[in-house]
């Protein structure tokens, strides 16, 4: 009898599948503009009510205060890369965060209640009893993380004037692919800030993968909007305003697509600030 050489067929190689889903569209959708609608609505209650004031000048427009915001970003950076580079306690992250989240509460709630200091005071302590009572809560954490960009895009919008904001986020941009790319800093504090729930990022769970959003994407094109919306140059402040919030949700979404196409840690600020500052300056060519 003939020996049979029986050849099998070679299981196709699956191409793995993308993280981007309709279900992962549209929750990123619902979480991007729920944040940046009411961070708009704070930030318009913050500015008529006069809480505007510059970071570091007394002109909003002074480009310096971009400069000193940008060195307060680094600044914390450091101080939380010691902390994690030579394994000291977490209490002082969560002092920061604590600080961070309580501060940026006060700023949210005050401006639904500019009369009641004793109600947005009460709604702060209640958001950091539910976000502390059980710190490895995803959704009380993204809870949290959420009204601290509202507060913090939004004071930080209404305090800076367009061109200190521009240079700020360039410079952070370019900040943020050295980051991520090069010295990868920025990709050891998103893990360690997912593995102990720090409210440094916003979850947006799916079927199949997890994804986090850092703050920086959601505060700045906050930012952005809320300045031109109260300090804007434009006939149409309310349009270049919106326009900027959707170029920074085509940028976000390009970041995520990369992300969940090639299972690689992406910036998702580069291209936001690119696409937002194409729409500024479309709304100068038209004098919109």
Same mark, same amino acid.
């Given at each position: 009898?003939?020996?049979?050489? &029986?050849?099998?067929?070679?299981? /196709?190689?699956?191409?793995?599948?993308?993280?981007?889903?309709?279900?992962?569209?549209?929750?990123?959708? +619902?979480? %991007?503009?729920?944040?940046?609608? &009411?961070?708009? %609505?704070?930030?318009?209650?913050?500015?008529?009510?006069?809480?505007?004031?510059? *970071? %570091?000048?007394?002109?909003?427009n002074d480009a310096v205060n971009g400069l000193y915001l940008f060195?307060?970003?680094?600044?914390?950076?450091? +101080?939380?890369?010691?902390?994690?580079?030579?394994?000291?306690?977490?209490?002082?992250?969560?002092?920061?965060?604590?600080?961070?989240?309580?501060?940026?509460?006060?700023?949210?709630?005050?401006?639904?209640? /500019?009369?009641?200091?004793? =109600?947005?005071?009460?709604? #702060?302590?209640? *958001?950091?009893? *539910?976000?502390?009572?059980?710190?490895?809560?995803?959704?009380?954490?993204?809870? !949290?993380?959420?009204?601290?960009?509202?507060?913090?895009?939004?004071?930080?919008?209404? #305090?800076?004037?367009? &061109?200190? $904001?521009?240079?700020f986020v360039t410079i952070l941009s370019l900040y943020d692919i050295?980051?991520?790319?090069?010295?990868?800093?920025?990709?050891?504090?998103?893990?360690?800030?997912?593995?102990?729930?720090?409210?440094?990022?916003?979850? =947006?769970?799916?079927?199949?993968?997890?994804?986090?959003?850092?703050?920086?994407?959601?505060?700045?094109?906050? !930012?952005?909007?809320?300045?031109?919306?109260?300090?804007?140059?434009?006939?149409?402040?309310? @349009? =270049?305003?919106?326009?900027?919030?959707?170029?920074?949700?085509?940028?976000?979404? *390009?970041?995520?697509? %990369?992300?969940?196409?090639?299972?690689?840690?992406?910036?998702?600020? /580069?291209?936001?600030?690119?696409?937002?500052? @194409?729409?500024? $300056?479309?709304?100068? &060519?038209?004098? !919109?």
């Amino acid at each position: 009898m003939k020996n049979k050489i &029986i050849a099998k067929k070679a299981k /196709p190689i699956q191409k793995e599948e993308n993280w981007l889903t309709k279900d992962a569209i549209n929750k990123l959708a +619902i979480t %991007f503009l729920l944040i940046e609608l &009411i961070g708009i %609505f704070v930030a318009q209650n913050l500015y008529t009510q006069g809480y505007a004031q510059a *970071l %570091f000048t007394e002109n909003i427009n002074d480009a310096v205060n971009g400069l000193y915001l940008f060195g307060m970003i680094i600044f914390s950076t450091i +101080i939380l890369l010691l902390v994690l580079k030579f394994k000291r306690s977490n209490k002082l992250i969560w002092a920061m965060e604590m600080l961070a989240i309580f501060s940026t509460s006060i700023i949210v709630f005050s401006s639904f209640f /500019p009369n009641d200091y004793i =109600i947005a005071l009460l709604l #702060s302590a209640i *958001l950091f009893g *539910l976000r502390y009572s059980q710190i490895k809560n995803v959704t009380r954490r993204t809870i !949290a993380a959420s009204i601290a960009v509202m507060g913090a895009g939004a004071y930080i919008g209404i #305090s800076l004037g367009l &061109i200190p $904001l521009i240079i700020f986020v360039t410079i952070l941009s370019l900040y943020d692919i050295l980051a991520v790319f090069f010295t990868k800093h920025m990709v050891q504090i998103g893990k360690e800030s997912t593995q102990n729930n720090f409210a440094f990022t916003i979850a =947006i769970p799916t079927k199949l993968h997890n994804f986090e959003l850092g703050n920086g994407d959601l505060v700045i094109p906050l !930012a952005i909007a809320a300045s031109i919306l109260t300090n804007g140059p434009f006939q149409h402040n309310w @349009l =270049i305003s919106g326009l900027v919030l959707g170029m920074s949700f085509l940028g976000l979404g *390009l970041s995520v697509q %990369f992300v969940s196409q090639y299972k690689k840690a992406m910036p998702a600020l /580069p291209p936001q600030t690119l696409l937002m500052l @194409l729409a500024i $300056l479309l709304g100068l &060519i038209l004098g !919109a």
